[in-house]
């Protein structure tokens, strides 16, 4: 436990800092060298190494029809119920954010157009390990179905079986994949940047996923030609804001649900009141003992912090200086509190609204700006999954109204070409 205002500038930062950016040289390296490999070799480099890393010996890399249909045929009615629900509310959610397109004449005989077009091939990253990702793929795969993506890639870490589990299957089907491949961290994405002798590279990125994933999306998004991508969401990580008056219960779940995604994933609470910290601690270890997950979660919560701040305003401020990736309010009048947060993926506001709903099924996407990147990058969206671009049409009676100004502008900046092309055309105008 940290008191806030004991802290200099200095260890209030340190206080703050994730936990899996202290080998990023090292990481960035490795990273490249598996990215050079995928360039090089091609399947070969992917097959090898999910052997290395996954432990599975793969003949090819693309999972057939007929290990789709007997994988989601093992599925159980209350799984399948479960993702349908999920499905329905998150692709209700989305289909509300369709843009509109734009069309304004902005001078007489002058039409400037805005419009929208979805991205016509998309890789989906799912990760898998210790704990593969259905719901991922509904985030991820719903949303680029309602945009009207053409082009889906799965790619998701085989399991011993040398496929996927059953609701990942499921999940993928309702959302109209049918290019999956088993392939996990940073080759994958590599494949998908680079392409190989089976994966076509795709032109944007999607998925959260630990270091090594993140640092790879980086890398090919660098790359000259690469891919889009998504945004840097790595390893998870929830913050939430208590007051006296909250469930310590409530609170310390909240961050064991964080933690337990792995080793690398960070939970932090920031409260007014050191005996609520306490609270907080003491019923974070009374729960770990009844988690399956306990010894990740418990690795995990060696990078917890529970700060005690000389009140909410205060809390607030830590808040928005970290850029939660979730951001859980126990707060009484918890709502009234959102205008003065400005930096967080997504926010959970009030006791009855645990981080889980945002992560299955209440209908908002789980993909989020992690590492304080909430500062300045928006949580995944429908408009992630779409192109912008413009149309403009021009009358003669509107190259003659604008044509001066154009000329002058050009005239300004040294670009005679741009003036002439704008001057033969009024002179053919007269």
């Not at 990942?168 to 190989?196: D, F, K, P, R, S």
């Not at 690398?264 to 009374?286: G, N, P, R």
């Not at 926010?347 to 789980?366: I, K, L, Q």
């Not at 700006?369 to 909430?374: C, I, K, R, S, V």
């Amino acid at each position: 436990m940290q008191f806030w205002n004991q802290l200099n500038k200095a260890q209030q930062q340190a206080l703050l800092a994730r936990p899996a950016m202290a080998d990023k040289p090292g990481l960035a390296h490795a990273v490249s060298d598996i990215l050079e490999q995928v360039q090089s070799q091609g399947d070969q480099c992917l097959l090898a190494l999910t052997k290395k890393f996954d432990g599975v010996a793969l003949t090819q890399l693309r999972l057939g029809k007929d290990k789709i249909e007997a994988g989601i045929a093992r599925l159980n009615d209350k799984s399948r119920q479960a993702i349908d629900l999920a499905y329905t509310n998150i692709r209700r959610f989305h289909e509300a954010q369709r843009p509109l397109d734009v069309k304004i004449e902005t001078s007489p005989g002058v039409i400037c157009e805005l419009k929208h077009q979805p991205i016509a091939s998309v890789g989906l990253y799912i990760p898998g390990g210790t704990a593969p990702l259905p719901s991922t793929v509904l985030m991820l795969g719903a949303t680029a179905q309602v945009a009207g993506c053409p082009r889906k890639v799965l790619v998701s870490p085989p399991n011993k079986s040398g496929s996927l589990n059953a609701e990942i299957l499921y999940a993928a089907m309702l959302c109209g994949i049918e290019e999956i491949y088993l392939v996990g961290g940073a080759q994958a994405i590599g494949a998908l940047a680079l392409g190989t002798q089976s994966i076509v590279r795709v032109d944007k990125i999607f998925g959260p996923g630990n270091s090594f994933v993140t640092e790879a999306k980086q890398q090919v998004a660098r790359m000259p030609g690469g891919p889009a991508i998504d945004m840097p969401a790595g390893p998870s990580e929830v913050l939430v804001i208590a007051d006296a008056q909250a469930n310590p219960a409530f609170v310390a779940s909240d961050l064991l649900s964080q933690a337990e995604h792995g080793v690398d994933s960070q939970a932090v609470l920031v409260c007014d009141s050191a005996d609520f910290a306490q609270a907080v601690i003491a019923e974070v270890k009374l729960q770990l003992t009844t988690l399956s997950r306990a010894e990740i979660a418990r690795q995990s919560m060696q990078h917890s912090r529970y700060i005690v701040t000389a009140g909410i305003e205060q809390a607030l401020e830590v808040s928005n200086a970290y850029g939660p990736e979730h951001l859980i309010l126990q707060l009484d009048k918890a709502r009234d509190y959102l205008p003065r947060l400005t930096n967080a993926g997504s926010v959970f506001v009030g006791p009855w609204s645990p981080e889980s709903a945002g992560d299955y099924a209440s209908g908002t996407n789980h993909v989020l700006p992690t590492y304080g990147y909430a500062r300045n990058t928006s949580s995944l969206g429908l408009l992630d999954f779409l192109r912008r671009y413009t149309v403009q049409e021009l009358t003669e009676q509107g190259l003659r109204n604008i044509g001066p100004a154009i000329m002058q502008l050009a005239d300004a900046e040294g670009l005679d070409a741009h003036k002439q092309a704008v001057a033969i055309r009024l002179e053919a105008l007269k």
